[in-house]
């Protein structure tokens, strides 16, 4: 069944609100001077990439990471000083406070993206892997931009934290890690609001899949040893491990969620969502996801709106997306 010009124009509506998604004649701007970005979880996969992107870009990165030898090599990257920091350490994240606080450059941006996931039915799942999850993805953002709050107040700054798809889309297995990722959507909306009279702007990345260690993590987590240590395991589990990491590897590079980080550190309007996936099929999915959500609501309830209210509504909502985007946007 072909969707109707209502739909069409509610899926666009939606994904300019959710995705942030702009033409690709867009160019962020150039921000006045090279900036200091802190940004967690900064070891591998979408952190390393975010990291190694801003400095690139001459900026000046405080790279958190936990063990001895990642800070090593975030260290031998120019414009990147590896600090460590485990956002589920009180101390940890003190002693970053007071480090970068003494090295005088202050600091303009926040990437949240240290993150862990577990996979198992809600069932079954013990609570200790609620906790682990939740205290790194949830409360590790809020612990962060808590703490580092009076230094983007002075400067003025952004913060930003590297959510997910699954924060719209949950399903069998994947509860869990869903959930702490719909509790940063919530916590991004209320927190933005909080922030706005102090100059802070905040946002939410949210990627698809693209190439990464959690994967290799999960799998890791629920046989109870770590990438560094897998003697133990048995044949069968080191061959999962291998699959594992072969179809990891043939995943998207992170690039393009380091592009959507510099979007909303750097653009000139910044959005409060950036969807960024690797394919048409995983951005589709999200924005049905965000639109049946729509229809559950409206359905059967006593306020009920027909189409054509709903269309005009989104109408409404796009049309103040369009009049906040850059003039030369505008006229594209």
Known sequence: ???????RM???AVVALLAGVLPASHTTAKPDGPKAILVTGA?????RNIAETLAAAGHFVYAGARKDKDLAELDAIPNIDGIRLDVTVAADIEAAVAYVREQGRGLYG???????AVF???????ERDIDFVFDVNIYGPYRINKAFAPLLTESGGR??????????????????YSMSKFAIEAYTDAYAEEMKASGVHVSVVEPGGYKSRIREKV???????????????????????QSMIARNA???????????????????????RYMVTPNEQEAEMTIMAALSRVVQLNADQPYSYDRDKLVAMLDELLAEVQEAAPVELQKN
């Open 159 to 176: 913060t930003t934290t590297i959510g997910s798809i699954s924060g719209f889309l949950a399903g069998p297995r994947g509860g869990t």
């Open 10 to 12: 509610m899926t666009l």
């Open 110 to 116: 926040i990437v949240n993206n240290a993150g862990v």
């Open 120 to 126: 198992s039915p809600m069932n079954e799942i013990p």
């Open 219 to 241: 799998l890791m987590h629920a046989l109870g040893t770590t990438a560094a240590d897998t003697a133990s395991l048995g044949d069968e589990e080191k061959q999962t491990l």
């Open 1 to 7: 069944m072909k969707r109707d010009s209502g739909i």
């Open 250 to 272: 043939n995943l998207k590079e992170p690039d393009e969620v380091s592009a959507a980080v510099l979007r909303a550190l750097f653009d000139e309007s910044p959005h409060r």
């Open 43 to 47: 070891s591998s996969g979408i952190g």
